[in-house]
């Protein structure tokens, strides 16, 4: 059976980020975007949420800054893509009673399938989503995984910084 990787989650937070899924790695070594390729925490660091590059063996150090860590489906793998709708599905319940217990300030869903899967929606744009989910305010960033080189570096932490600009307010 392959391990799961524990949520970094408090009440209230100002944002927790919700990843795909873990990635096998992360999942193995038990700490969030373990990867050396993945640009979370050098994302968050340069777009202000951290004032260092947190180190993924240091990843519930997040949760000192207000932010937190979870998952939409618990299952790890090498690649997002391969789970299956009905794992989405099948989340959607846990989901929503984690994050109307914990109600962050916001949800900050990395990337879109797992928001779209949630939702039902076909067309979503990058940053804040006109509807809240579950009562809760979302936000939808490009996702950091090194498999994602759809975005630049610089392309991620100006989508970051509008998150953390209007947490700022």
């Known amino acids: 059976m392959l391990p799961t990787l524990p949520d970094l989650i408090a009440k209230q937070l100002k ?18 975007f373990s990867r050396r390729s993945n640009r979370f925490w050098k994302v968050l660091h340069l777009a202000g949420f951290t004032p260092h590059q947190i180190e993924p063996v240091r990843d519930a150090t997040i949760l000192k800054y207000g932010y937190g860590l979870t998952t939409a489906v618990a299952r790890a793998t090498v690649r997002a893509d391969e789970l299956l709708k009905e794992e989405f599905d099948n989340s ?62 610089n392309e991620l932490v100006e989508h970051y910084q509008e998150l953390y600009s209007a947490i700022q307010q």
Request: net charge positive; with cysteine; glycine share 12%.
């Open 15 to 32: 944002v927790v980020f919700c990843g795909i899924n873990p990635g096998l790695k992360s999942a193995l070594d038990g700490h969030h």
């Open 92 to 153: 959607i319940d846990a989901f929503k009673t984690k994050m109307l217990h914990f109600k962050p300030g916001y949800i900050a869903f990395l990337g879109k399938p797992a928001y779209k899967a949630f939702t039902g929606k076909k067309q979503i744009a990058w940053g804040n989503q006109p509807e809240p989910l579950f009562g809760l305010k979302v936000w939808v960033l490009p996702n950091p995984s090194g498999l994602n080189r759809g975005f630049t570096l």
